[in-house]
């Protein structure tokens, strides 16, 4: 049975409507793949940003880059990302988050979420991300002071 042109149409409009909420955060997850490379990525060390766990307005990001690897804190200001911090594990425990900002209930959303991203990824690949020892701090404009091994210069 073919089904008129308008109904056709019709569909494929709702269809699109409804995966409205997954749009946005692939699109938040592209903006912040891309603030990372623009800010970090180097041609004689490329990085790698994977996997990026969005909730409301707060977002943790994997990153690896040689042999470092770590994890971004990430919030978003107006309609833009902005870095709020690098660290390690602490990024994936709720009472860490806390202590970062969120709410409790945004904390364990979070914890929840990235703990969930990072199990699908290649465990090699999940383990660099521990090797970040410590918090460095990101000023407003989500820069960090130079770091062994890590610009701290915000490429634009």
């Known amino acids: 049975m073919k089904l008129p042109r308008w109904i056709s149409a019709f569909a494929i409009a709702a269809m699109l409507g409804a995966a409205g909420p997954a749009y946005a955060h692939n ?21 790698t940003v994977e996997p990026v766990t969005v909730y409301k307005d707060v977002a943790v990001a994997g990153w690896s880059q040689g042999e470092m690897g770590g994890r971004a804190l990430l919030r978003k200001k107006e309609n833009d990302w902005v870095l709020t911090l690098c660290s390690g594990d602490a990024l994936k425990e709720a009472k860490s988050l806390q202590h970062f900002g969120l709410s409790a209930e945004e904390a364990e959303a979070m914890a929840k979420a990235v703990v969930e991203a990072e199990a699908k990824l290649d465990p090699v690949l999940v383990a660099k ?7 460095v701090m990101m000023d407003s404009e989500g820069n960090h002071p130079p770091a062994e091994g890590h610009g701290g210069e915000h490429k634009s």
């Open 27 to 47: 699109d938040d997850r592209g903006a912040i793949t891309h603030l990372m490379m623009a800010t970090f990525d180097k041609p004689e060390a490329p990085l």
């Open 129 to 135: 991300f521990a090797t970040f020892d410590g918090v």
